[in-house]
């Protein structure tokens, strides 16, 4: 269903597990979900098609455009499958194909044959996960779902090149404005399909924010202890060759790494701990809830940690590529990858039950919808990356809303997308923590901002 209105009632049950308190079977927030308040929007800069509404009106709206938000989920997947058919190794012996060389694996046949392959492994995924994703977004005839792959391939090449021209448009070296600017890809992917790819290099760069603030003084040791997740992604397969990996199941890792990334830094503590994962897919929600109920019964969550050695990356990453999840996992033996790739390195790690279980995943379209919490409920941090870039500036602003509504005074939202700075936001861009890539080869850097209430 795409819209419901979720009551989450107050704890009933209980129990301890592994030494931290949890809530089992039940909410750890006492809320209701709802649309951001008639009063709130009025204070935003609106477009010509929202003025003159009154509060009817614009709940109408909000649930048309939370809909719409929804249904860019299949896009998303699409452009899932255009990044399996080039990358994959799953469904197919055929070498992978680089966007540079895909006029040759075209003439040479290997583009049709990874295509046929995928039209194959479509009618029997079997237990490919992936593949059972995909099987329901594609005709079923094989000469039409080739089509429809192809069809595909090519929205995606094209949308490329319109990605490429904002990009260069968008370069910080054209907005001199400090070092806030390297946060400007604002409302990039605004007509794109809401993906859920991810990857470890924004966890990284969200670890080094909070060691940043806690040096400063803007977050103190224990003082975390409620924090959200919006959009966490599941590891379904990257968009660059370098990092695309699906001989493993899909895996969300962001939860997981922020809370590692919290009791490394002492900013956690105490037995009320608790993580809320703010999604609209039901595959991420679906995928948490599964994860909670196996660890119930005292199993862990296995994560995957492929790295390719001939990738460079800075000594920085390395390092917290390496000891990821040692405040919150075990190491276990990881999944053997393919021969097709010699040069990869592995680990894996397996989150306790009782990191999982204090993980409660959340139905919430954070463009148009908050959750309305109680003030001691509310969160002392909030972590979003690679979230806003797909909306445009209004949707953006009322997303800031939204956040700021769940920010406990003090609350921080961590985010790599810059959002609108008006002058009657509720959030307000305090800093940045400037994170190098400088590695042999390679010199770029990420950036992570901090938001605050205002």
Same mark, same amino acid.
């Given at each position: 269903?795409?819209?419901?209105?979720?009551?989450?009632?107050?704890?009933?049950?209980?129990?301890?597990?592994?030494?931290?308190?949890?809530?089992?079977?039940?909410?750890?927030? &006492?809320?209701?979900?709802?649309?951001?308040?008639?009063?709130?929007?009025?204070?935003?800069?609106?477009?010509?098609?929202?003025?003159?509404?009154?509060?009817?009106?614009?709940?109408?709206?909000?649930?048309?455009?939370?809909?719409?938000?929804?249904?860019?989920?299949?896009?998303?997947?699409?452009?899932?499958?255009?990044?399996?058919?080039?990358?994959?190794?799953?469904?197919?012996?055929?070498?992978?194909?680089? @966007?540079?060389?895909?006029?040759?694996?075209?003439?040479?046949?290997?583009?049709?044959?990874?295509?046929?392959?995928?039209?194959?492994?479509?009618?029997?995924?079997?237990?490919?996960?992936? !593949?059972?994703?995909? %099987?329901?977004?594609?005709?079923?005839?094989?000469?039409?779902?080739?089509?429809?792959?192809?069809?595909?391939?090519?929205?995606?090449?094209?949308?490329? %090149?319109?990605?490429?021209?904002?990009?260069?448009?968008?370069?910080?070296?054209?907005?001199?404005?400090?070092?806030a600017s390297l946060l400007?890809?604002?409302?990039?992917?605004?007509?794109?399909?809401?993906?859920?790819?991810?990857?470890?290099?924004?966890?990284?760069?969200?670890?080094?924010?909070?060691?940043?603030?806690?040096?400063?003084?803007?977050?103190?040791?224990?003082?975390?202890?409620?924090? &959200?997740?919006?959009?966490?992604?599941?590891?379904?397969?990257?968009?660059?060759?370098?990092?695309?990996?699906?001989? *493993?199941?899909?895996?969300?890792?962001?939860? =997981?790494?922020?809370?590692?990334?919290?009791?490394?830094?002492?900013l956690t503590g105490g037995?009320? =701990?608790?993580?809320?994962?703010?999604? @609209?897919?039901?595959?991420?929600?679906?995928?948490?809830?599964?994860?909670?109920?196996?660890?119930?019964?005292?199993?862990? *969550?296995?994560?995957? !940690?492929?790295?390719?050695? $001939?990738?460079?990356?800075?000594?920085?990453?390395?390092? *917290?590529?390496?000891?990821?999840?040692?405040?919150?996992?075990?190491?276990?033996?990881?999944?053997?990858?393919?021969?097709?790739?010699?040069?990869?390195?592995?680990?894996?790690?397996?989150?306790?039950?009782?990191?999982?279980?204090?993980?409660?995943?959340?139905?919430?379209? @954070?463009?148009?919808?908050?959750?309305?919490?109680?003030?001691? $409920?509310?969160?002392?941090? @909030?972590?979003?990356?690679?979230?806003?870039?797909?909306?445009? &500036?209004?949707?953006?602003?009322?997303?800031?809303?939204?956040?700021?509504?769940?920010?406990?005074?003090?609350?921080?939202? #961590?985010?790599?997308?810059? #959002?609108?700075?008006?002058?009657?936001?509720?959030?307000?861009?305090?800093?940045?923590t400037i994170v190098p890539?400088?590695?042999?080869?390679?010199?770029?850097?990420?950036?992570?901002?901090? *938001?605050?209430?205002?």
């Open positions: 269903m795409l819209f419901r209105l979720i009551t989450l009632r107050p704890p009933r049950r209980i129990r301890v597990l592994g030494g931290l308190c949890l809530l089992t079977a039940v909410s750890l927030l &006492a809320a209701d979900r709802s649309f951001t308040p008639y009063p709130t929007v009025q204070s935003l800069t609106l477009p010509p098609e929202l003025r003159n509404l009154d509060e009817s009106r614009w709940l109408a709206w909000a649930r048309r455009h939370d809909k719409s938000i929804r249904d860019r989920l299949r896009q998303g997947d699409l452009d899932s499958m255009v990044n399996l058919l080039l990358f994959g190794t799953s469904f197919t012996s055929q070498p992978r194909i680089h @966007i540079e060389t895909l006029t040759e694996a075209s003439k040479s046949g290997v583009l049709r044959a990874r295509v046929d392959d995928l039209v194959a492994g479509l009618r029997n995924p079997g237990s490919n996960e992936r !593949l059972l994703v995909l %099987q329901h977004l594609v005709p079923d005839a094989p000469t039409d779902a080739g089509k429809f792959i192809y069809s595909q391939l090519l929205r995606v090449l094209h949308e490329r %090149q319109t990605l490429a021209t904002r990009a260069a448009q968008a370069d910080p070296a054209t907005h001199p404005d400090g070092p400007d890809r604002a409302s990039f992917f605004r007509d794109r399909g809401v993906s859920l790819d991810t990857g470890i290099i924004p966890d990284f760069s969200i670890e080094q924010a909070l060691r940043d603030l806690k040096q400063r003084g803007l977050l103190r040791e224990g003082q975390v202890a409620r924090f &959200a997740v919006i959009g966490p992604g599941l590891d379904f397969i990257d968009k660059n060759e370098e990092s695309a990996y699906d001989y *493993y199941p899909p895996q969300t890792v962001q939860p =997981f790494a922020v809370y590692d990334s919290l009791r490394r830094l002492k037995p009320a =701990f608790s993580v809320s994962i703010l999604d @609209i897919s039901p595959r991420v929600l679906e995928h948490v809830q599964r994860a909670r109920a196996r660890a119930a019964k005292n199993s862990g *969550y296995v994560i995957q !940690l492929p790295r390719d050695v $001939a990738r460079p990356w800075p000594s920085g990453l390395i390092g *917290y590529w390496n000891s990821l999840g040692d405040q919150v996992a075990a190491e276990v033996p990881p999944l053997r990858p393919p021969e097709i790739f010699p040069g990869l390195e592995t680990r894996a790690v397996q989150i306790r039950p009782d990191v999982v279980l204090a993980c409660e995943p959340v139905d919430l379209d @954070i463009i148009v919808q908050r959750l309305d919490l109680a003030p001691a $409920a509310r969160f002392d941090l @909030i972590v979003a990356t690679n979230i806003f870039v797909y909306y445009d &500036a209004f949707e953006q602003s009322l997303a800031a809303e939204n956040v700021a509504s769940m920010l406990k005074p003090g609350g921080i939202l #961590l985010s790599n997308d810059r #959002l609108p700075e008006l002058a009657r936001a509720s959030l307000r861009l305090a800093g940045v890539f400088d590695a042999p080869g390679v010199s770029v850097r990420q950036v992570v901002g901090w *938001y605050g209430k205002r």
